[in-house]
């Protein structure tokens, strides 16, 4: 089976732009959820998706926002980077119809780099 | 609020010696606990999950276990592939759909040949 893919896996951009980063989970996995690391505060929530609503939301400014299409893919896009946004960027997808259910899975991430 | 505390920040063992690592979590109610472990550069890779005081699972040299207010992620005979950072997490009871995962800062492990 698959694991969760994210692309780019790599990024440059300068103070000012947007950005959007893609998540694929894995096959049949419905919820994904959206991670923040950086050295200084680790892994930070950003936001979780399932059926394409919204969850659950993290401590993130508004420049932050996602989205989850019908197959169940992620999209999560950040407006007029700041330097402090330099992290790598994780994904994970969980089937999350029960408990027992709720083990996220991640992906390799997105190393995004502001400029 | 859900907190994590993983001790020690940086552990260095020599290859065989035998050690824990621990995650100590404040959370209302407990609905999973995680363990992952994440090498430089890559995502974190599941390892185990807790859901009741008195649960403990296996895998090749590591052993976690659980109890009301921590867990213990124990590494018999370590090698030198067992380094990597271990991250431990928590994940609260249903809450109007907050059931998000609070991470704390992980355990730098590294075995020496």
């Known amino acids: 089976k698959a694991g969760v893919t994210q692309t780019p896996r790599y990024l440059i951009k300068t103070r000012g732009q947007q950005v959007t980063l893609s998540c694929s989970p894995i096959?049949?996995?419905?919820?994904v959820s959206w991670y923040q690391q950086t050295p200084g505060q680790g892994l930070q929530f950003l936001f979780e998706y399932f059926s394409e609503t919204q969850r659950n939301k993290g401590n993130f400014p508004g420049r932050f926002s996602g989205r989850q299409f019908s197959n169940s893919r992620s999209e999560m896009n950040v407006s007029t980077l700041e330097l402090g946004d330099s992290a790598l960027y994780l994904c994970?997808?969980?089937?999350?119809?029960?408990?027992?259910?709720?083990?996220?899975?991640f992906g390799p991430g997105t190393r995004l780099t502001v400029l | 609020e859900d907190q994590v505390t993983q001790s020690p920040e940086a552990l260095r063992l020599q290859e065989g010696e035998s050690s824990s690592l621990n995650c100590s979590y404040t959370v209302s109610g407990l609905r999973g606990l995680f363990w992952y472990r994440q090498d430089p550069g890559k995502g974190p890779e599941f390892l185990f999950t807790?859901?009741?005081a008195g649960e403990e699972k296996e895998k090749e040299r590591l052993k976690a276990t659980l109890t009301k207010k921590e867990s213990f992620l124990h590494i018999t005979a370590p090698k030198p592939e067992d380094s990597a950072t271990y991250l431990c997490a928590v994940q609260p009871q249903p809450n109007f759909g907050n059931e998000k995962l609070t991470f704390g800062t992980g355990t730098r492990l590294t075995i020496i040949p």
């Open positions: 994970a997808s969980s089937f999350r119809s029960s408990p027992g259910t709720d083990t996220q899975y």
């Open positions: 096959s049949g996995h419905r919820s």
């Open positions: 807790l859901y009741s």
